[in-house]
């Protein structure tokens, strides 16, 4: 009797994609220091790419220009031409489509693959990985780093351990020795605010994850503790979802980073404002309500913040939204620096059918008549514009760029 198939997924990341672009498109970069930033009046004044040569001189994504600029100063700042590398994204993965039909975005420039059904026609996971790399740098002039393992968190791990153009493969039978000696922030899933919570409690590598103690990891940080200890325990993240497979969303947001710092109460209100309008509008749409509202914030220093409460009952009009998000700010910020980014999302969602439990002293007309006033709005900024009817108080002086909204899809499928 045959074995069960083994599982073999790779994680494909395209090397410091948006400066590959560039300096592939424009060859008297090549040789130059080369970043490709936002725009500095916008307050996008920020790197989001760079070359192996502005990287070796320490040049880091996410750090302001002026920052990049005292490390290396004669770096070349470009800037970002999004549908050029959206472009290079969906030829990049008609390449991995040769491979498999089992894959699956995380951003742009970054795809986990189940090839595990691939094996007998190209080869075991590092051979797919080797031919995936070639195909890329013969035909779009780019290169990836492969991470190949049994799992999604370890290849996207195996992905960033060896760059640029390489491949990592992990093992269940070696993954310790390799994984376990990283720091803890080096796994999905733990950011800057995690790692300090995790430092505080004296872990400091992914081993320490591993050997503590489930419970523990549940108290310090949730259920996002136990998904971590799963994750470093070799027991990571959801498999790989067929193509054109959709996640069940599990939160709906919108952030900006604003155009000047935020100073007081009333600027933040109307930021909040101006965002629960999106997202009240995107749950309209998908036939949903939250029972849960999280605010996140990010000051001056860069560092970020976020809080969340749970509703009496599920809402979704932009005003109530705003006016929970507002009341979570309140209670949770001390005004130590200026705000710089702002988010909001509706979390623990449910359909709008759901039967709810009416109060006492809850006023169902005044809701349902402002249910009713939000979708007439809805329906003239389709019409005519997202500006032809909105609140009063975001009709001067917001502090808002463009657009911001991003989505991810964490290997447990959490919508980010």
């Not at 410091?16 to 916008?42: H, I, Q, R, T, W």
């Not at 309500?289 to 009009?317: C, H, W, Y």
Request: glycine fraction near 10%.
């Amino acid at each position: 009797m045959r074995g069960a198939r083994k599982t073999i997924i790779l994680h494909s990341d395209m090397n410091n994609f948006y400066a590959s672009v560039e300096c592939m498109k424009n060859p008297e970069l090549k040789d130059k220091y080369v970043a490709v930033c936002g725009n500095p009046e916008d307050r996008h004044g920020i790197v989001l790419a760079k070359n192996e040569r502005a990287k070796a001189l320490g040049v880091k994504t996410g750090e302001p220009v002026w920052q990049a600029l005292q490390k290396c100063p004669f770096l070349i700042t470009v800037a970002p031409h999004f549908d050029e590398y959206v472009e290079y994204s969906k030829r990049a993965r008609e390449i991995y489509y040769r491979y498999t039909d089992l894959i699956e975005p995380f951003g742009l420039d970054e795809c986990w693959l189940d090839v595990s059904g691939s094996t007998l026609l190209f080869g075991d996971g590092r051979r797919i990985a080797d031919l995936i790399r070639e195909d890329i740098r013969r035909e779009l002039g780019l290169t990836v780093s492969v991470g190949v393992s049994f799992n999604k968190v370890f290849a996207k791990l195996g992905s960033d351990m060896k760059k640029p153009d390489a491949v990592t493969c992990i093992s269940e039978e070696d993954f310790r020795s390799i994984v376990w000696r990283l720091n803890a922030s080096e796994m999905i899933g733990v950011g800057r605010a995690t790692a300090g919570k995790l430092r505080k409690h004296g872990i400091y590598t992914i081993g320490d994850i591993a050997s503590a103690k489930p419970e523990y990891m549940q108290k310090w940080l949730g259920k996002n503790g136990i998904m971590l200890w799963n994750y470093a325990n070799g027991r990571g993240g959801s498999r790989v979802s067929p193509a054109g497979s959709v996640p069940p969303v599990k939160s709906i947001g919108h952030g900006v980073t604003c155009t000047s710092d935020l100073g007081s109460d009333t600027e933040v209100r109307r930021v909040l404002l101006a965002l629960s309008t999106d997202v009240s509008r995107r749950l309209r749409q998908q036939g949903l309500m939250a029972e849960g509202i999280s605010v996140s914030v990010k000051d001056t220093s860069l560092l970020s913040r976020e809080f969340q409460r749970g509703t009496n009952r599920p809402v979704r009009n932009s005003a109530e939204l705003a006016g929970l998000g507002f009341e979570l700010f309140k209670k949770n910020y001390d005004w130590e620096k200026q705000v710089r980014a702002l988010s909001i999302r509706a979390i623990k969602l449910v359909s709008e059918n759901k039967p709810v439990q009416v109060g006492l002293f809850d006023n169902i007309s005044r809701e349902m008549k402002r249910d009713r006033i939000e979708e007439s709005m809805e329906g003239i900024r389709e019409m005519y514009g997202k500006r032809a009817v909105m609140y009063g108080s975001l009709l001067c002086g917001l502090k808002l760029p463009g657009d911001n909204r991003i989505n991810r899809v964490m290997p447990g499928g959490c919508r980010v």
